[in-house]
């Protein structure tokens, strides 16, 4: 049996991170370096997306297109490199990936920022999905980050 209970299902993806990245952005170094020097971390592009969608807020209730086309383009780069990731660790495209793995939360979280980006523009459709795939990923993640 999986860890989320499906006696069927696959077991949960434990993705391995990056050590280096993770580092050095809990340290303090700039997000978009950390990205330049390690393109693959799905966490320093989530730093990236989630410091363009606070800015995009930070501009008033009109927002800043701009910014929160960004947030778009950087967690779209990091879901897209976590999907990479996640396929090389046996993802099939379906089945748990754990919010309480921290290497995890990279990919999770640029799914969350894309998410929130979509739904800024309008695109609905992309919105949902993200949220459909955060739910199916682990039911914790969507409430870990203030999307219910």
């Not at 170094?29 to 800015?55: F, G, Q, R």
């Not at 995890?104 to 999905?129: S, T, Y």
Request: glycine share 10%; proline share 5%.
């Amino acid at each position: 049996m999986t860890s989320f209970g499906d006696l069927l299902g696959p077991q949960p993806v434990l993705l391995t991170g990056d050590d280096d990245a993770e580092s050095d952005l809990l340290n303090g170094a700039v997000p978009a370096e950390v990205a330049a020097a390690h393109p693959t971390a799905s966490i320093a592009w989530a730093y990236l997306a989630e410091a363009a969608l606070a800015a995009s807020t930070a501009a008033g209730e009109a927002g800043d297109t701009g910014a929160v086309i960004a947030a778009y383009a950087y967690a779209r780069t990091g879901y897209h490199r976590g999907l990479d990731q996640l396929r090389r660790h046996g993802w099939k495209g379906f089945g748990p990936v754990p919010w309480s793995h921290e290497p995890n939360r990279g990919f999770l979280r640029c799914v969350g920022a894309l998410a929130r980006a979509a739904e800024l523009i309008g695109e609905e459709d992309e919105h949902l999905r993200c949220l459909d795939l955060l739910n199916d990923s682990d039911p914790r993640a969507a409430t870990e980050l203030g999307l219910v």
